[in-house]
């Protein structure tokens, strides 16, 4: 048995992590949430596993069991909320979330002697791993909500996430397999190795978040380089940041937001747009989205109604009285006309 818990050693450099997670701006506070919430996780699962092979208390068995169904849904609604509406981020942390609750409920209401509950593990992890991957490959341009500086560094945390979730799936079906066996000492010897690779995982994690916290900290709007004042540049790189990302079709998106992605205050921002385009930002943003509608109108046979939602509207009075007043002509008559 273990006379030097190791676990404990990951409990703690967890809880270090997640406190500097909580000081991380990645651009949403639901995010933040999201990673503290796990590293939180990890750290309880690592106490119980090293009171109950450590010190031979197990009577927190049922707790520790019941721990790694959060362990994909928070790992993949922290990224998540970097890419979609404040809206799904509520629909999809209610499903995925949900769906572990009533598992544990199930879990619990079972005979402790069942099997299968191994297997709900194994099925969440696979399923959490194929989403995160799913999510990396769209790139750190899908990162909508994420600050423009750091989205490069949450992607690269994101293809970690999934391996880090591989290593997680691999160890605990081979501890599984050990305890199924009757093999404890085999299973001790697999939590000390897991508990290793876990300490270098996170050591390594430790060591990047002071040089990630320096950056964000020196990087805030308030703190905008003179530079970012200068009209022209600052509607150049509004314009390149929409025309790649594509933020206008985000009915949500706002001022604020964008002028944290483009690292300039707000009001820089509103007066550089006033001043190079003479309009206001909310119209700036409005002809990027009359221009993907005008689009659609002209290449498919969609309903206005649908291209209104698609290009990022979110009321019909809005959308006509916007095309309207940039192209003096109903959706409707536009679309006839070409």
Known sequence: MLHLPLPMLSALLCLVIAALLWRLDLGRGAARVCFVGLFLTFALAAVLV???????????????????????????????????????????????????????????????????????????????????????????DHLIHARLDIAPHITRWMLSAAGLLAVILLMDTAIALSFAMDAELRASALITFGSVLLIGFLLVMLASLPTLLAATGSAKPQTARPASSDADAV?????????????????????????????????????AINQSQGTNISQYVNRFRLEHAAELLRETDAPVTKIMTQSGFLTRSNFYREFQRVYGQSPASYRDRH
């Open 50 to 140: 090293g009171l109950r092979f450590g010190y031979g208390i197990d009577r927190f068995t049922v707790v520790q069991r019941m721990l790694p169904l959060f362990t994909g849904p928070l790992m993949y609604l922290g990224f998540l909320s970097l890419a979609v509406s404040a809206q799904i981020l509520r629909q999809q942390a209610a499903v995925h979330l949900g769906v572990a609750i009533i598992a544990n409920i199930v879990f619990l209401l079972l005979p402790s002697d069942m099997p299968g509950f191994d297997w709900a593990i194994t099925t969440s992890y696979l399923f959490y791993l194929a989403a995160l991957i799913r999510l990396w490959r769209k790139g750190p």
């Open 235 to 271: 509607d150049a790189n509004a314009r390149a940041l929409l025309e790649r990302t594509k933020l206008y079709l985000d009915p949500d998106l706002s001022v604020q937001r964008l002028a944290r992605r483009l690292h300039v205050p707000e009001r820089t921002l509103s007066a």
